[in-house]
């Protein structure tokens, strides 16, 4: 990494900053140059220095200085000599000298001595090992590069802990950075506490390598030396700096030392001041300039050198940034950052209500949220999502920051809740016709009679019948009907959920806003009533059989006709005309429609089609009162066929029903007057149809 902005300075340098005295503290009464001594398993001496600001003392303890054996009750049984002996067994305030000692050993043996100092205790671990260590020293490098399974010793500083529980750390030399999952303290695990590490101190582990998910890791080590570091960061105040711009004080116990600060090359927007000694504590201001853009983070190093030895601390020193408003598109072609994003959308596939996981969705795509709150800034999730009243098919604003797991995109931060767009109720179709207009429902049904599959027009229909008119269903939330309604793929009969909101159009109820969608579930296909008709199929040949096939069938409102001919060049048929009759008694056969009761038929008129089969004029040959005109006809055409459907209304059908609920039909077509064709053949026998 490049550095600007490097100066160095004795720390004996005091300079008059009322903001760094103003922040510096009294720290540490009690420092050990090594909390971890190694006694060669031959016999010797280790030493340490003890510096203190008063008087202190070894505490004494079962397994030291003397390894005392009680009964039950919690009487003496017995006292040895520890195998573990030192020169001093307290001190004054100052620095002090300690040396141990130990004889030869055909075992391991290991001791944790506790220093007490007004009020503060400090963990020396002394360890004698049986075998003398075999492992190599390794870089950080060639850590990395490894083979899986291989134990691994390094030495480095320790630049971060990423858990205190475990021990997960990252350890830097010379050659790059090596990652520890997990720091074994007597070789049981969520002890690392007691090992007293902290960042910047110097440490000597080994364990396997144990890759994770392709990232190489040393797992489980063992910690063989801690050189407790010279340099030491205690406070930053003041981070996050605001957008305009501002100070964030560092405070730093530098114990001897060349002290330096460097800033990364490429956060030119920070810069450091003078350091001040302040009571014995360094003072750093970092000054940042205006932010015009995202919000930015850089990491801070502060050296101190001796005898050609680096010891350092860093500090994280964040800015705010501006907020970017962008689509659930635009926020994934981003790149991973500190930087705050801005997204509107639905929520969908809500997978934990403590924290707040889930899919936001746009018209542009999906993203996974992972954490939300609703105090109003980046930081820690509080497990509060309950309580903010968030559920699937809410449209929602949020503030995050770019982040990844796993090579996958996601909201991160935590982020929190900007606005609650559309705070949708859950209701049957039945319990939204009830609802006040401008409401916002979940509502579930089936959808029936699409009217538009552009804009999404259709009725829906819930579980007890109910029907509602939706005017327009998007696949996402948006103020103004997108068209994108094809997309979604729906039909007639699928189960739809959907959200919209409580609207009256022409003292209409319906389904405004547009709606837009939430999910669906195939319905069983609608069965075709064509398949089930009545039909008659002309068995007659040549002229006989133009007129190929009747069918027919009646619902609760209509009574539909489909009749189909044969097509010739020029189009032979000029009319058709339709017979409806009860079939009981005497009957008159008239070729038309007729309106009147079983005794008395009139034929009302004949219909004049032109080449294509389209129904050009109506002749009418009775009072305009008893006209009865179809609600709709189409005429399909292909190169051998002609194929009419015809919809009546099913009251005048009435007129003709049988006793037996039935009626009976037949058809001809004409060409001009002196030609016709007619199911059945050219006879009375008829098509009966139930009603």
Same mark, same amino acid.
């Given at each position: 990494?490049?550095?600007?902005?490097?100066?160095?300075?004795?720390?004996?340098?005091?300079?008059?900053?009322?903001?760094?005295?103003?922040?510096?503290?009294?720290?540490?009464?009690?420092?050990?140059?090594?909390?971890?001594?190694?006694?060669?398993?031959?016999?010797?001496?280790?030493?340490?220095?003890?510096?203190?600001?008063?008087?202190?003392?070894?505490?004494?303890?079962?397994?030291?200085?003397?390894?005392?054996?009680?009964?039950?009750?919690?009487?003496?049984?017995?006292?040895?000599?520890?195998?573990?002996?030192?020169?001093?067994?307290?001190?004054?305030?100052?620095?002090?000298?300690?040396?141990?000692?130990?004889?030869?050993?055909?075992?391991?043996?290991?001791?944790?001595?506790?220093?007490?100092?007004?009020?503060?205790?400090?963990?020396?671990?002394?360890?004698?090992?049986?075998?003398?260590?075999?492992?190599?020293?390794?870089?950080?490098?060639?850590?990395?590069?490894?083979?899986?399974?291989?134990?691994?010793?390094?030495?480095?500083?320790?630049?971060?802990?990423?858990?205190?529980?475990?021990?997960?750390?990252?350890?830097?030399?010379?050659?790059?950075?090596?990652?520890?999952?997990?720091?074994?303290?007597?070789?049981?695990?969520?002890?690392?506490?007691?090992?007293?590490?902290?960042?910047?101190?110097?440490?000597?582990?080994?364990?396997?390598?144990?890759?994770?998910?392709?990232?190489?890791?040393?797992?489980?080590?063992?910690?063989?030396?801690?050189?407790?570091?010279?340099?030491?960061?205690?406070?930053?105040?003041?981070?996050?700096?605001?957008?305009?711009?501002?100070?964030?004080?560092?405070?730093?116990?530098?114990?001897?030392?060349?002290?330096?600060?460097?800033?990364? &090359?490429?956060?030119?927007?920070?810069?450091? +001041?003078?350091? =001040?000694?302040? !009571? %014995?504590?360094?003072? *750093?201001?970092? @000054? #940042?300039?205006?932010?015009?853009?995202?919000?930015?983070?850089?990491?801070?190093?502060?050296?101190?050198?001796?005898?050609?030895?680096?010891?350092?601390?860093?500090?994280?020193?964040?800015?705010?940034?501006?907020?970017?408003?962008?689509?659930?598109?635009?926020?994934?072609?981003?790149?991973?950052?500190?930087?705050?994003?801005?997204?509107?959308?639905?929520?969908?596939?809500?997978?934990?209500?403590?924290?707040?996981?889930?899919?936001?969705?746009?018209?542009?795509?999906?993203?996974?949220?992972?954490?939300?709150?609703?105090?109003?800034?980046?930081?820690?999730?509080?497990?509060?999502?309950?309580?903010?009243?968030?559920? &699937?098919?809410?449209?929602?604003?949020?503030? +995050?920051?770019? =982040?990844?797991? !796993? %090579?996958?995109?996601? *909201?991160?931060? @935590? #982020?929190?809740?900007?606005?609650?767009?559309?705070?949708?109720?859950?209701?049957?179709?039945?319990?939204?016709?009830?609802?006040?207009?401008?409401?916002?429902?979940?509502?579930?049904?089936?959808?029936?009679?699409?009217?538009?599959?552009?804009?999404?027009?259709?009725?829906?229909?819930?579980?007890?019948?109910?029907?509602?008119?939706?005017?327009?269903?998007?696949?996402?939330?948006?103020?103004?009907?997108?068209?994108?309604?094809?997309?979604?793929?729906?039909?007639?009969?699928?189960?739809?959920?959907?959200?919209?909101?409580?609207?009256?159009?022409?003292?209409?109820?319906?389904?405004?806003?547009?709606?837009?969608?939430?999910?669906?579930?195939?319905?069983?296909?609608?069965?075709?009533?064509?398949?089930?008709?009545?039909?008659?199929?002309?068995?007659?040949?040549?002229?006989?059989?133009?007129?190929?096939?009747?069918?027919?069938?009646?619902?609760?409102?209509?009574?539909?006709?489909?009749?189909?001919?044969?097509?010739?060049?020029?189009?032979?048929?000029?009319?058709?005309?339709?017979?409806?009759?009860?079939?009981?008694?005497?009957?008159?056969?008239?070729?038309?429609?007729?309106?009147?009761?079983?005794?008395?038929?009139?034929?009302?008129?004949?219909?004049?089609?032109?080449?294509?089969?389209?129904?050009?004029?109506?002749?009418?040959?009775?009072?305009?009162?008893?006209?009865?005109?179809?609600?709709?006809?189409?005429?399909?055409?292909?190169?051998?066929?002609?194929?009419?459907?015809?919809?009546?209304?099913?009251?005048?059908?009435?007129?003709?029903?049988?006793?037996?609920?039935?009626?009976?039909?037949?058809?001809?077509?004409?060409?001009?007057?002196?030609?016709?064709?007619?199911?059945?053949?050219?006879?009375?026998?008829?098509?009966?149809?139930?009603?």
């Amino acid at each position: 990494m490049k550095l600007r902005n490097i100066f160095t300075a004795l720390t004996a340098a005091a300079l008059a900053l009322v903001g760094c005295q103003k922040e510096a503290e009294f720290l540490d009464e009690v420092q050990v140059s090594k909390s971890f001594v190694s006694l060669d398993v031959d016999g010797g001496e280790a030493s340490i220095t003890v510096t203190a600001n008063a008087e202190w003392v070894f505490e004494t303890s079962d397994m030291w200085p003397e390894i005392i054996v009680r009964d039950k009750e919690g009487n003496v049984t017995s006292s040895t000599p520890s195998w573990l002996s030192i020169d001093k067994v307290s001190g004054g305030a100052g620095e002090t000298v300690v040396t141990f000692s130990a004889e030869a050993t055909a075992e391991t043996r290991e001791v944790t001595l506790l220093i007490a100092c007004a009020g503060v205790k400090q963990n020396v671990k002394v360890l004698q090992m049986a075998e003398k260590v075999e492992t190599p020293l390794s870089t950080c490098a060639e850590a990395n590069a490894g083979e899986t399974g291989k134990i691994y010793r390094v030495k480095g500083t320790v630049t971060s802990i990423a858990n205190e529980t475990y021990g997960n750390m990252y350890i830097t030399d010379e050659t790059g950075t090596v990652y520890v999952y997990g720091t074994l303290y007597q070789g049981a695990e969520k002890q690392f506490s007691k090992h007293g590490i902290e960042v910047g101190d110097i440490v000597t582990v080994e364990g396997p390598q144990s890759p994770y998910n392709g990232s190489p890791q040393l797992k489980n080590v063992t910690v063989i030396e801690i050189e407790k570091s010279l340099i030491k960061l205690e406070k930053v105040i003041s981070t996050p700096l605001p957008l305009e711009g501002g100070v964030a004080t560092v405070l730093l116990t530098v114990k001897a030392g060349e002290f330096s600060v460097e800033i990364p &090359e490429d956060a030119t927007w920070l810069t450091a +001041g003078e350091p =001040a000694d302040i !009571n %014995g504590v360094t003072c *750093v201001e970092l @000054t #940042a300039t205006p932010n015009e853009g995202g919000a930015r983070k850089t990491t801070v190093t502060f050296k101190t050198n001796v005898d050609g030895k680096d010891y350092i601390a860093m500090a994280d020193v964040e800015q705010l940034g501006a907020i970017k408003a962008v689509t659930v598109e635009e926020f994934l072609a981003a790149a991973e950052g500190t930087a705050l994003y801005e997204l509107t959308g639905i929520v969908k596939n809500l997978k934990n209500t403590t924290y707040g996981n889930f899919d936001l969705v746009d018209a542009t795509g999906s993203v996974y949220v992972y954490g939300l709150t609703n105090n109003g800034a980046i930081g820690s999730n509080d497990k509060k999502f309950a309580e903010i009243g968030i559920n &699937e098919g809410d449209v929602i604003t949020i503030i +995050g920051t770019r =982040a990844a797991y !796993n %090579g996958a995109a996601q *909201v991160g931060g @935590t #982020a929190y809740l900007k606005e609650h767009v559309v705070a949708a109720k859950e209701a049957t179709v039945t319990e939204f016709l009830a609802e006040s207009k401008g409401t916002w429902c979940k509502v579930t049904g089936t959808i029936a009679n699409i009217k538009s599959d552009v804009y999404g027009n259709f009725d829906l229909v819930g579980e007890d019948g109910a029907s509602v008119y939706v005017y327009g269903l998007t696949t996402s939330y948006v103020a103004k009907n997108d068209k994108s309604f094809a997309n979604l793929g729906l039909k007639e009969g699928d189960i739809v959920t959907l959200v919209g909101k409580r609207d009256i159009y022409n003292d209409q109820d319906q389904v405004g806003g547009p709606a837009y969608y939430i999910s669906h579930v195939e319905g069983t296909p609608a069965a075709d009533p064509w398949e089930t008709a009545a039909v008659f199929t002309n068995p007659a040949e040549g002229d006989d059989a133009k007129v190929k096939e009747l069918k027919a069938y009646a619902d609760a409102d209509y009574f539909y006709v489909r009749i189909t001919s044969t097509k010739e060049a020029p189009f032979f048929a000029n009319y058709f005309d339709i017979q409806f009759s009860d079939g009981e008694g005497e009957t008159a056969i008239w070729w038309g429609w007729t309106t009147t009761g079983t005794k008395n038929y009139y034929q009302e008129h004949k219909n004049e089609l032109d080449e294509n089969g389209n129904i050009t004029k109506m002749r009418w040959y009775t009072d305009p009162d008893t006209r009865v005109y179809v609600d709709d006809y189409t005429t399909t055409i292909s190169d051998t066929e002609v194929v009419w459907e015809i919809k009546y209304p099913r009251a005048y059908i009435e007129a003709y029903k049988s006793s037996t609920n039935t009626v009976r039909m037949s058809v001809m077509t004409w060409k001009d007057w002196g030609e016709y064709w007619v199911i059945p053949a050219r006879g009375n026998e008829m098509l009966e149809v139930a009603l």
